[in-house]
């Protein structure tokens, strides 16, 4: 499949890129020879691959979901300005 001067130009438009008229013949080429790359991959048969999420066959090493740290709310509000009821207080903003 081959694109033309048009679909480059809408191609361009899209990605927000500026060509000037000279880039057009060699960016039409490069376009086509990738789009005719991708279909001739498109034609291999894959119907027997198993899809994988990792080209290596490893399990994901996972840490232990426990608690390392705890927030002490109080010391931190010992900072703060203002604090009601372990809230802080800050000045109202919308009418």
Do not use: C, W
Not at 40 to 52: H, K, N
Not at 83 to 90: H, K, R, S
């Amino acid at each position: 499949m081959s694109l033309d001067k048009d679909q480059v130009q809408h191609i361009a438009m899209l990605a927000r890129l500026k060509l000037a008229d000279d880039e057009f013949a060699e960016t039409v080429d490069k376009l086509s020879r990738i789009v005719d790359f991708v279909d001739q991959l498109s034609q291999a048969d894959t119907g027997d691959v198993v899809p994988m999420a990792h080209p290596l066959n490893q399990a994901q090493r996972l840490r232990a979901d426990a608690v390392t740290e705890t927030v002490d709310r109080d010391h931190f509000q010992e900072n703060a300005p203002s604090v009601e009821g372990g809230f802080y207080l800050v000045p109202k903003v919308i009418e």
